[in-house]
């Protein structure tokens, strides 16, 4: 224990999360996290989103041991390996065709940031133009293109040498009556307006740094119409909402449009493994071989799980499931809405929810009351003040029914030290 | 197979060292990996450095079996995990404390880069200076900062944004007798240069890409010296000649430098799983929490991996076989020069070296007759005109001669019909 | 006569109103060109605003001829000269105090784009901020940091390392009835838009190369209130509207505002000579001596045409007169409006105003026609679709008239000429 | 006088030689300037080099008032004049077609660092490149890319978002018989160092705020050679050491190369009036009308000026003269460089000389003496401790004797001080 203690002063002061839920994890399955006191925690929180098939997933599991076990190469970059044909046979039969898209696949570096890095180069590339838009409140993560392309972290702008990012206004930001897709050509597309056409539009179908903004479905078609009238691609960064978070496993097919490149990662792998996916319109793959490479692109052991977790989505009842799930837990919050003063908005979609209090305090009062009752859960949003409801797909009814009463009843006791201290 | 023939048209044409080693590969032990045909090749590659220890090392698979059968979280991002504090504890114990380091340790996103986008942004903020200093036929990725410091790659800069880089000669570049320190201090260092003093110096202390290109142990040091006195933060990449590599477990020993911050990835997993690290000296460590993140930072899979290939580094016995090989591989090298025309130069450290030849055609050509008589070996240099031995430092004696009478038969056999063509 | 031809083959192809009004000018006296064939132009052009007081204006030339004659230091860069200081208390005396302003007073090298460069460092000096908000169709010159922030040349900027600059919609560009101030102020002053605040806003109160757009009153108000509420400075780029332009000295009184920074140039020196200023607040006024410098800074022969032109500021004779004649044009260009189909729009204020007609090429012939007919009238406007009156403010009565007459002529002729060609 | 002290206040404190020659100057003729309390003073400065024929010299200042007189047009942008075109034949006749040359002239706005933006700009349109490479110690003036290209100046570079220039060792920088074209080769045309081919590389031949650096003859012929080979545009940047300084109209004459562009400003009027010149090779010359303006481009008393102080170049009699002073000037500093234990250095050519310090202060003091003693004269050099001599060319032996008696005799006094006060 003393040892332990003592490393904790190793890592450098940047670790976050371990501040937020301070203690140490031993076990975890499907939606409970144990430390190493053995305490309980039920998981709202899937890992950022990259446990969406739930903590050491058995059926995946298995596929992984076995693998290890078979001795098949866990690492070999970009050389082609069994597993990686399989991953890209299984993607192409399971999610592609049904889908129609025709989608061609690159592996960049393991994390999203990286597959965004990798869009952002390609749509420059492609277009021989240099701008790109990014939205208000957006985010894609730390490298230096993904930073200055994240409004949400505007304050760290300055730490990177971010130029030729034009940001525009979100759906909703201008206010719920602005169509800002007017706004956006008018400031785009108009002759004289400062701002060249731009290489792309990169977006999240709905924010969850953000704060749990969802577009609206017209606002996607309308933004995909725009773009394709001026030769803009269209990105969608599907890092955190997709692979089967809004209950589709893309969370533009509820809008019908057909992005140009999609960006996938956090779940992706199926099991917490590193992997990170781009998906682009064939025409658009002017690569050359090696152009953009990264040692731990298509690694054989989250490619293992990849294509497992596929196996998910060979019918419609793990979808259907998610979709259930969404609507109770949409059901729950909309009673919580309207129950408890100190909650200003809830609003979701599939099994991604976020619950804005009218203070960025009040809401992580909210989580770290829920900490300590034993339920994990995370905070976003600009000024943090909303809670975001994350649970992995594949929670229990019963747990899911737990955290939310749970959530409710905080919520309540939140408002009710609040008023007592006035 | 038809499938698969299908699939490879699936992935984008991105893929690299698919197309230099065209096979599909199905089976990897230590230096061996073993294609779908069951053909046979020897490994001098080591997944680009990744594989240090060889392909599914049995001391460390069984570790990771057994951790994923003891259902410990896999990925919980930063949060303290029981995994997360043995290996810091670890690392603390058998590396830092033994050489004096008392380095912190951040977990950035789990590809190399990532450590790099980390570092400088770190340089910036502690300095509160913009420039960073570069090397002539550097190498440190492919995300928008560090292909920007990418000598390598200056083909590819116009893609990117890139600014507030200055390049100065690594040792060598001016000429053997041109000392390049006292060039660069007058370029940095002298008011009214044009360059303003820069946040960091970054470099490898061997550069790979670049055509291995060791820097002498004096001109470390000076540059160090030149660093301090300036108030430049020095950063070592030793992401592919760290962990082992040279001898050492950080390639800088030989210098008995200790750089301001230190960037691993690669090896340090050991099994070839995502993962990376920051070290930084402790006054450096200004981050706030959360300040740079990432969703698979610290993966707990990855963290199982390193922290059991730390047992490597317990005693002497491991390094000092990894010099013995490496004094092998030079003799041999150093023959094959003396009896090559076509060779120009060979140069190296431990267990990572260069063959120069005449010209990138002629190395491309003993890469390419190597893999058809199945051994996997790979080109660098910015003509391509280097052949880089990177076996695992686990290879056997035997594949290791084995493996270089291979060479040197190429390599005369390529010169043999290029003289028939003339 | 051939030599003269051969000449004009030295010149750069870059030389514009040369081809635009195709002849050799030899004499010029206030509002009246006379080319080397002896044939008269009635100038609606005024330099492009730098002969407000009309050409060779007699009052002005015998103080510039009396002072080259006295052997008056001509050139002294900025040190002290006995007419800089008499300029420095004059402009005090006459424009300064009777406005209640108390700027002080910098002498950039004399051409526009050097004010704004200047403005623009000073700003971001004293803010220690870097973005700057420029509007969609602004112009401000062709230096790097002016033409980044001139939206009418967008086209422009991919051969300037631009950066920093976030473009937002001028008063009337999302439509009449959209209040821009709001948009402005939810993307830039939101945490979390992706815009970091700025260190100054920069504009001109009447948009010249934009299409003559004028700004309302109320819109620049609010401006001014956002910017002080966010601690941005304000810049008013009145190089072309003011110094009388729209009937008062400064373009921006109208609206009752104290911008942070003006910017003066063209007309400032009243004779056509090179000259510009930069008026800051005092408290603004952080630079070192000699810290934004230029060889022709407060050029002494320009000092003394612009102390004399402010003659024409000590009582209200000349500001009335120029407001009667705008009031005189005003009311010519609406019976134009009414009367002509070709023409969508009239607007302005004062003595600078556009007439806009349905296509770029229409009013391209509109002002070659007039010039064939000796008038000089320049076109404007993101499309060339503006015809710019912008006649000297000294223009006799007789020959505004005659003018204006001319210009309804020409547009009939024209709209006649098209429809006679379907 | 009170008026005149309270206007003091009124300028911007960025005012700077006002603080180096505190006085208020009311007469200038030729080589002295006379001030409002009578007091003499030799000029040594020469209005920065603006004034190589003289204050108010007699022959200009009779075709500049006659051509006030004759009411010709003073302003009309580049539209044709009679004057203009008189300038274009005059200066093809006079100065280029002698030399060989076929420029172009472009006409940008009328300071120095106007026709650098300019030149860049081209540059970068007609090689599709877009780094700049820039010496150590230049200085090209104060607008963004002036300023970022200005290595003197690199503590300024901080407040613009400079980029994309590479700044390189200038003759000398890095000892006097380190060749630096060898390294600025190696540095800037090897593949994989860093910096790609650049569009331009622009200096000066002889550094003048750099501290009167004088580049070799074989050194300027080398870089021509290497920028040639390189597709690189070489720019001569003449503002304050062509038109007559060096002895020869062009500074570079001396080592027969043809630079692709060629920047004059400065001394190009004769008078002292603003104005800049950017001479390019035909081929060069892609511009489209318009494309770089500026309201006070061919500034047409300007170039009654300049059209008459060519009548100073139809022989070899000005030309003679300059060298036989500057040869003089030669010989008394390197009497002084002997006799005067605080002068490091004396060098220069023509009739600009730079006498080194051992320290920036003690040059300080010798200025400040002189002027008290009736002597204008400024510091130059990267601490200030260069005494940089720039009569103008028009001075009469007699003054340019005393002057340089007086010289020595400061220089002794503040020698003989300093050690006193030891």
Redesign the interface.
Known sequence: MN??K???T??????????S?????????NDI?ID?KDKEYLDFFS?????NYG??NDIL?EA??NF???????????????I??NF??K??EVILKPRGFDY???????????AV??AI?LA??VTKR?KIV?????FH??????L?????Q??????????????Q?FDG??GENTNTIE?IS??IA???????LPAAIILETIQAE?GIKVANEKWLQELQHFANENGILLIVDDIQVGCGRTGNFFSFERAGITPDIVLL??SISG????LSL?L?KPEL????????????RA?N??LCGATKALDYWEDETFSNNVKAKGEFIEKALKKIHENSENVLDVRGLGMIWGIEFVSGEMAKKVSKTLFEQGMIIETCG??GQVIKLLPPLTITKSNLTKGLEKLQSVIHQVREEEILTY
Chains 1, 2, 3, 4 share one sequence.
């Open positions: 040892k332990i003592l490393n904790k190793r890592e450098s002061n940047v670790s976050g999360y371990s501040k839920f301070p203690t140490t994890f031993k076990y975890a399955k996290l190493d890992g950022a989103g990259a446990l903590h050491n599991k992984i041991v290890l076990k078979s001795d098949a190469p866990v690492h070999c970059l970009d050389m082609d390996s069994v990686k044909l890209l046979n993607i192409t061609k696949i690159q592996f960049p570096s393991p994390s999203g940031t990286n890095e990798a180069k420059r590339k240099k990014a939205f208000t409140h957006s993560g730390m490298t230096a293109t993904s200055a392309i994240s409004g949400s505007e304050m760290r702008h300055q730490d990177i040498p971010s130029q030729d990012i034009i940001f206004p930001f201008l706004y008018k400031m108009t002759n004289g307006s400062g701002n060249q953000g990662s956090k099991f917490g493994l590193p781009v682009m793959d002017i690569w050359k071989p090696g152009e953009h490479n990264g040692t731990f690694n052991l989250s600009n000024m």
